[in-house]
């Protein structure tokens, strides 16, 4: 099937020779960096993980989009997702390799990383974090590809496969609850030390990740012939809705608990993300950027005119990705840090380089997306035609 | 007692058996010592620890601290945010957020106070570590292997005394005008690469020659008592029966090995 994504319109090249481009960007700084050290990076002896483990922590949501269709399809018979369960699984491949690639720019001796098999350390989360994200990935690819070979061919999956989709799901959650427990086992750091992280991970992870298939659904629409399905994106907009509001109504316990007990370990982080502390803010515009997002975002989900309008559910879910990239993709992990666990100020922010590589890194999975759809998609215009 | 063939050959796969379990049995059964030294009684009988004396500790006096980095090839970068330190000292209210208030006497307000690793008996660094590049030996030490640390600084975020430092450029390197960050080397300690974490170390490998750690050895006030715990009648045990004293952060159930007379 490869072969199908080796044709193709000049629209096509050209968004992977752009893609290709921000990825060499990318790619020359790292050599800085690998040159240099973190020391190239905004992050500090206070601030000790910045904008890698946050998209990391972001991306492992976005995941989330090939169990959403997943369960739905296997588990409900819902008859619509049956056209896109592909698109979300060419979703979650993708963002499961930039978390990688992320934890990899992350490290300060990427040469080692190997030492994570070699010494295997069932006491930490990251060993566990290894197991599950490479295992999501694993499973998808596997799914993705024997799905979309057996559907080009029109013979039913392989039987085989069956007891992976539905094992798939499950592991769906794993990867969501495991990458919180990074966060929230740590016993001196109150903004993640919360039992909630995980739920809340889950519910974000069930919003941002629909949202961005929605978006590309539409994409797909726009420039294909394959078309995923009014009812399909109708759907997925109505778990984007749930989502949201679980995860908005999950912050909203968080604040209740950390402002009503007034615990200072948790409540300065809230003060400093929300207000400043000790005159700094660089946080708060964001911050409240996230909230309004969120709620105009609800008004827009929740009220079915708006939701049914496929233009304006767009902008809805550009705004759903958006006010959670904020959230989790990097206030969630900056602020953890700040105040320190000395109690310390010490702001963060990214430096140039660190914005390239991480442009880059997402470009390398917006580039293994467009090839993995050019492929789903041109094998399902085969078979319609 | 006559062996056959047969009854050679049992005898050498049951050895080999033995000897692949021994890693499983490794796994199993140190899950089992680390639950033993929770009553106190570490493996070994000697469990290291240092009590300091604040009301000795000389206000703008860093002789510890001086000794210390330049035992360690610690080196200076000149700023804030990549700084790399294992013993420094930290204002009363910073280093005890729970005991501070208003109206905190006996000239401990905002006074310094020497911190440093607490080579806690519960240390969360150990548990996050996803290598076993930072260990806690038999003795209560909790060290790092600069050799197998991949760098992903998941101990930085779980320690909860900011005690540990990451190497974010090259430390055996110098500045643009060709000042070197460690300013004298010390070749009896090895100095460390770039992308590695590092914290103080007990003085490990000074116990090892008999000396005691070069922080209080440096103390001309003897505000540093260091020794073992197991031991009825040692220093330490003496100093902590006739003493008052606290620990850092005593509620996150770390177990922190470094006790201050206030």
Request: net charge positive; with cysteine.
């Amino acid at each position: 099937m490869i072969e199908k994504a080796l044709v193709g319109s000049k629209k096509y090249w050209g968004l992977l020779i752009v893609l290709l481009a921000i990825m060499g960007v990318g790619g020359i700084c790292y050599l800085f960096q690998w040159n240099y050290g973190l020391g190239i990076t905004g992050m500090s002896r206070d601030v000790s993980w910045g904008l890698y483990i946050a998209q990391f922590t972001f991306l492992v949501g976005v995941a989330a989009s090939a169990v959403m269709v997943v369960l739905p399809y296997y588990l409900h018979n819902y008859k619509a997702f049956g056209r896109i369960t592909i698109l979300g699984e060419f979703v979650a491949v993708p963002s499961v390799i930039m978390c990688l690639a992320f934890i990899i720019a992350d490290l300060g001796q990427p040469t080692r990383a190997l030492n994570i098999v070699f010494h295997p350390t069932l006491n930490s989360i990251l060993f566990w974090d290894m197991i599950v994200l490479n295992g999501y990935l694993l499973l998808n690819i596997l799914i993705g590809w024997n799905v979309l070979a057996s559907e080009r061919k029109s013979v039913p999956p392989p039987r085989w496969l069956k007891p992976l989709i539905y094992l798939s799901i499950p592991w769906a959650v794993s990867i969501h609850t495991v990458t919180a427990f990074i966060y929230a086992g740590l016993p001196g750091r109150g903004f993640w030390l919360t039992a909630i992280m995980a739920p809340r991970f889950l519910a974000s992870a069930f919003a941002a990740g629909p949202a961005l298939l929605i978006l590309l659904a539409l994409v797909v629409r726009k420039f294909t012939k394959f078309d995923p399905g009014k009812d399909a994106i109708q759907t997925l907009g109505k778990i984007v809705t749930y989502a949201m509001s679980v995860s908005v109504f999950f912050v909203l316990l968080e604040l209740f608990t950390v402002f009503y007990s007034q615990i200072p370990e948790h409540m300065h982080h809230f003060d400093y993300i929300f207000a400043g502390l000790e005159g700094h803010g660089k946080l708060v515009p964001w911050m409240w950027s996230s909230v309004v997002l969120a709620v105009l975002a609800l008004i827009l989900l929740l009220n079915p005119a708006t939701r049914k309008n496929e233009n304006i559910l767009a902008i809805a879910c550009v705004i759903v990705f958006f006010s959670l990239w904020i959230e989790k993709g990097f206030v969630l992990v900056v602020a953890g840090f700040i105040p320190s666990s000395l109690g310390k100020v010490f702001e963060y922010s990214p430096t140039v380089p660190e914005i390239l590589i991480t442009l880059g890194i997402w470009a390398m999975g917006f580039f293994i997306l467009t090839i993995l759809y050019k492929m789903a998609i041109m094998v399902k215009e085969e078979i319609a035609s | 007692m006559k062996i056959d063939r047969r009854d050679f050959l049992k005898i050498g796969g049951l050895g080999a058996l033995g000897i692949a379990a021994k890693p499983v049995i490794n796994v199993l059964s140190k899950g089992e010592s680390a639950e033993a030294s929770h009553g106190g009684g570490a493996v070994g009988g000697k469990r290291l620890a240092m009590v300091v004396d604040l009301k000795k500790c000389k206000e703008g006096c860093t002789d510890c601290i001086d000794a210390c980095h330049k035992a360690h090839n610690v080196p200076d970068f000149h700023n804030p945010k990549d700084e790399v330190k294992w013993l420094w000292n930290e204002p009363y209210e910073k280093a005890f957020p729970e005991q501070e208030h208003e109206w905190v006497g006996g000239g401990m307000k905002g006074g310094p106070v020497m911190v440093l690793c607490n080579h806690c008996d519960n240390p969360p660094c150990v548990r996050v570590c996803p290598t076993k590049a930072t260990f806690r030996r038999e003795d209560g030490i909790v060290m790092m292997d600069y050799h197998r640390c991949i760098g992903c600084r998941f101990c930085m975020a779980a320690c909860p005394y900011g005690s540990r430092s990451f190497n974010w450029r090259n430390p055996r390197g110098c500045d643009a005008s060709g000042n070197t960050f460690i300013e004298k080397q010390n070749p009896g300690f090895p100095t460390r690469t770039t992308g590695v974490v590092e914290k103080c170390n007990f003085c490990a490998e000074r116990l090892a020659k008999g000396l005691i750690p070069a922080c209080a050895e440096a103390c001309k006030e003897n505000a540093i008592v260091f020794g073992d715990l197991e031991e009825a009648d040692s220093e330490v045990r003496e100093v902590l029966h006739s003493n008052y004293t606290i620990r850092r952060k005593p509620g996150l159930g770390t177990r922190p090995q470094i006790y201050y007379i206030v």
